[in-house]
């Protein structure tokens, strides 16, 4: 199964209750639950101490509001990225979130996350 294949509202069924988890827990700093659903390649690339200190030295990360808007989806081989745009609590302005799906095991898995 390829998700690029599926339409634009199942995507977004599954991608955003995955990106408000993402907040939730990179606001209260808790690794284990933000990749719970990394993919094993994703899971293996990123070290926890690196990414705890990322979670500890910077208030945006502590201060993601759940005041996201989907952007838009970008279909690519086996992976769909999924684009928000991004608030913090704390910090005026806007961010670009980008959330990259794929399959794994006949599961959807996360493959990419980050806040530019």
């Not at 998700?3 to 509202?9: A, E, L, N, S, V």
């Not at 690794?31 to 719970?36: A, I, P, T, V």
């Not at 500890?56 to 996201?68: C, D, N, P």
Request: with cysteine.
């Amino acid at each position: 199964m390829n998700i690029i294949d599926q339409p634009d509202d199942e995507i977004l069924a599954v991608a955003d209750p995955m990106w408000l988890d993402l907040i939730k827990f990179s606001n209260e700093g808790r690794y284990q639950e933000f990749s719970s659903n990394f993919s094993k390649s994703l899971a293996l690339a990123l070290n926890e101490i690196e990414v705890g200190r990322q979670f500890a030295g910077s208030e945006l990360t502590q201060s993601l509001s759940y005041e996201v808007d989907c952007l838009g989806l970008i279909r690519r081989g086996a992976h769909v990225t999924v684009l928000y745009r991004q608030r913090s609590t704390t910090k005026p302005g806007e961010w670009l979130g980008r959330l990259v799906l794929g399959y794994e095991e006949d599961s959807i898995k996360i493959f990419g996350a980050s806040i530019f």
